[in-house]
Each structure stands twice: as C-alpha cells, then as structure tokens.
C-alpha cells in the first residue's frame, strides 16, 4: 500500500520558479512513489482573488501548469478544492474545536495584522481550512515550501484534538507530514527576497523569451569587475542558475565565478540561455494542452468525482463520532 501525498496551490496568479522548486516539482519526483492527490486551491485564493473572470481563469491555468510539468493523470488524483463542498462541513466542526487566540499566531494572520490590512474571516480561518484539506484525505505527506510548514503544523494539532474529544481511542485522522527539500526551502526572487507573486520579483515558469531576459536583467550584482573571483554563495544570479543545474555542469559553473573571469553580465547571459533551454519545452508542452481545454476539464471532473467519493466517506465517519448522526 502507497502511502497517500497531497498538497495544492492556490490560483492566484502565474506559476513561478519559487513555487516549481519549492513545491511542484516534488508532486512530479514523487507521484511514483506516493498515492498523489494534487488540488486547485480555488476556495483558498477567494481571500483574496474575488473577481469571476480572474478566478476561473486562474483555475484553468493552474491545472495547464500542473499538467505541462507533468503530472500525469493516470498516476495522479487531479482536481478542483471547491468540487469537496465536504470540506467546509469538515471546517466547521474544526472550527469549533479551534481557539481564536490559537489562530491568532499564525504567520500569515501576524503578517497581514503587521501590514495593517483589512483582515478577512476567510483570510484568519485559513489554517483550518488547510487542515480539512489534509486531514480529509487521510494524506501522510505534504510537499510544500517552508512558508507553509506552520500550516502543516495547524493541521497536525487539529488532528490531535479532534482525535483527543471525539476519537474514543481511535485515531480518526492521521498525522501529516510535511515534505520540505532542505536545499530548496526559499527560493530567492530577482531581488533577493523571497520570490513571491507579491513581492514582484518572480520568474514565471512559463515566462517568454522577452521576461526571462528582463527578469534576469534586473538582478542587482556589487561593483566587482570581470577579472576579479567571485563568491558563488553570495551571488544571486549564482543562487537562481543552480536550480537548474546539477552534477560537473553545476561544479563547471561553481568555478567560472570562483576563478575569476566571469563578469555579471556574461553570468547573467549563460543563467538566460539556461532559462530558456528549461522553460521552452515546458511552454510548448502547456500551449498544446491549451489548444483542448474540454480535455482538461474532463481531468478535474474525474479527479474530483474521486476526491469527493473519499470525502464523503471520511464524513460518515466524522458525523457519527461528533454525534450528529442520530441513529
Ligand atoms: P506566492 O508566495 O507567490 O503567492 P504561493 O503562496 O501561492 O506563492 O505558494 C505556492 C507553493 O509554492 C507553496 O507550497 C509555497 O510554499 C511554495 N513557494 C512559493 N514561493 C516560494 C519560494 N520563493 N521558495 C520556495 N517555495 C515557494
Ligand atoms: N496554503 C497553500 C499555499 O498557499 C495552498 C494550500 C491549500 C495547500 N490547501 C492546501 C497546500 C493543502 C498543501 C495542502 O500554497
């Protein structure tokens, strides 16, 4: 028996490096190895996407990109969060057993109280919501970026507490675990900071030739000139270019800039002539299965009929224990 991966991103805006390596190209390396549940966290990105035409479009576009990097159907549970109206049955009860104080510590809650935004309820139940995405599926691992690994902790906690009142010494929901790759855990955007659809400084994933050489363009570099050795570690367009190398290619690379020789701007060249190697077949790929969107949606429609099959028996169970079952 496989054990069972399930993880998700919201459709908020173009796919980026940032969430290929921190995220998705783990759901890819691992869809072998795992029973893979893969979702379109529709419902999560209406805190803050609340437009029609944005969202379904959104949508669409991240099942492209889930299919272009390629995920394959066959192996992997593809489908839409807002298909599981379970879930927010499932909220619900987690809610209630849910302290306010609890949800309160959240990063995400801390940095938008930090910033002085307008707070949604959606936006402070979040975590909640995360966790009956998890804990629904019985998943025992969750592939993400660190960013989300207080989440995984929420939904940890709100297994444990649903199991400790209602379980009666049986462990209804299984304990995940987040699945972070130590050498990926933040990606840094062309500025440095955190790569982030709202930070600006992303490269998209299927960005055209014209972005990948802007976005590489505007990485700032110090005023060392082209003789003078550079330390790879501490160069930016260095900690972007070995996300896309690996093995004597990579060493090959680790020593131009340690040797002297190699100036910025011809790092930079070689960093988007090995964007462009990466990303081309991944554009080609997501144009042609844009050419059949009733494919696609077929693909979720599938994919959800199973998820919600798997939902609603998971339900049956959670009624009974919380008592609203009356038999
Ligand atoms: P964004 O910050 O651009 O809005 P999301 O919050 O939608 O990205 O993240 C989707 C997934 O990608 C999450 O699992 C998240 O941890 C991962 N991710 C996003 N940005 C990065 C990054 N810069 N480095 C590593 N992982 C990331
Ligand atoms: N919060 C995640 C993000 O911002 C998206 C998400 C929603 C998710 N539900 C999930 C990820 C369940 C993993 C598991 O990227």
Redesign the pocket.
Known sequence: MKKIL?????PTGRVHLGNYFG?MKQFLDLQDKFESYI?I?DY?AMTTVQNREELSQGIIDVALDYLAIGLDPKKVCLFK?SDIPEVHELTWIFNCITTVPYLMRAHAFKDAEAKNKEINVGIFD?PI??AS??LMQD?DV?P??QD?KQ??EYARDTAQKFNRIFGKGEDVFKMPEPFILKEVETIPGTDGKKMSKSNGNVIPLFATSEEIKKAVMSIPTDSKGVDEPKNPSESLIFAIHKLLLEGPKLADLRTKYEKGGLGYKQAKELLIADLEAFIAPLRAKRDALARDLSAVKEILKKGGEKARSRASAKMNVVREKVGVEVK
């Not at 399930?6 to 919201?10: I, R, T, Y």
């Open positions: 399930l993880s998700g991103v919201k995220a979702f966290a999560h969060q979040y919501l995360m995405d998890i998943a969750v993400v970026g989300q989440h995984v």
